[in-house]
T-cell receptor, first 117, second 114 residues
Framework: DQQVKQNSPSLSVQEGRISILNCDYTNSMFDYFLWYKKYPAEGPTFLISISSIKDKNEDGRFTVFLNKSAKHLSLHIVPSQPGDSAVYFCAATRENAGGTSYGKLTFGQGTILTVHP | KAGVTQTPRYLIKTRGQQVTLSCSPISGHRSVSWYQQTPGQGLQFLFEYFSETQRNKGNFPGRFSGRQFSNSRSEMNVSTLELGDSALYLC?????????????FGPGTRLLVL
């Protein structure tokens, strides 16, 4: 049961343009969402997060949008840079539920972003 | 602050052996989670420890176990290794759960089972 889905395995973008990475979830109990970036043979690096009480969060070139009714979130990177080329994972959790939620992030399968110079 | 560290970084074992992986969380972080990453299954949650207690466990067989020490360092153990246990094992730490805090990941231990 894939509770978090990233339906695009890959995305190719020109340098300077916008990159939009999408993520859908099925568990309506998720209340906190995160995006991570990962290079091969390294651990995921945290990018940005959003609580379910918000619909947008910005940090520099990165903006995350949350549409709770559609159970959809997206990560916008503007402008895209070649150094942004990596695998991007969205993750979701129920932060205040305790029990089977402790310490557990549920990840999507990842989207490979390639930014061309 | 130093980040999450994991040792060893690479490991080669044969089927039937056991392995122990180590994780040192960020200073002050008391919650440590472990994940397995494979090409087929992606990132899967193994278990979480807080104050030396396992609070949560994912859907993995009992061959996968862990523990946490009083200084918050954690180890995971896999007994009777199988070929399918070949994966990147990631450790992540946070101060506590339920505060909308971020999990920070270590570089991982790449395990190859032959």
């Amino acid at each position: 049961d894939q509770q978090v889905k990233q339906n695009s395995p890959s995305l190719s973008v020109q340098e300077g343009r916008i990159s939009i990475l999408n993520c859908d979830y099925t568990n309506s109990m998720f209340d906190y969402f995160l995006w991570y970036k990962k290079y091969p043979a390294e651990g995921p690096t945290f990018l940005i997060s959003i609580s379910s009480i918000k619909d947008k969060n910005e940090d520099g070139r990165f903006t995350v949008f949350l549409n709770k009714s559609a159970k959809h979130l997206s990560l916008h990177i503007v402008p895209s840079q070649p150094g942004d080329s990596a695998v991007y994972f969205c993750a979701a959790t129920r932060e205040n539920a305790g029990g089977t939620s402790y310490g557990k992030l549920t990840f999507g399968q990842g989207t490979i972003l390639t930014v061309h110079p | 602050k130093a980040g999450v560290t994991q040792t060893p970084r690479y490991l080669i074992k044969t089927r039937g052996q056991q392995v122990t992986l180590s994780c040192s969380p960020i200073s002050g972080h008391r919650s440590v989670s472990w994940y397995q990453q494979t090409p087929g299954q992606g990132l899967q949650f193994l278990f979480e420890y807080f104050s030396e207690t396992q609070r949560n466990k994912g859907n993995f067989p009992g061959r996968f176990s862990g523990r946490q020490f009083s200084n918050s360092r954690s180890e995971m153990n896999v007994s009777t290794l199988e070929l399918g246990d070949s994966a990147l094992y990631l450790c992540a730490s946070t101060q506590n759960w339920g505060l909308q805090e971020t999990q920070y990941f270590g570089p991982g231990t790449r395990l190859l089972v032959l």
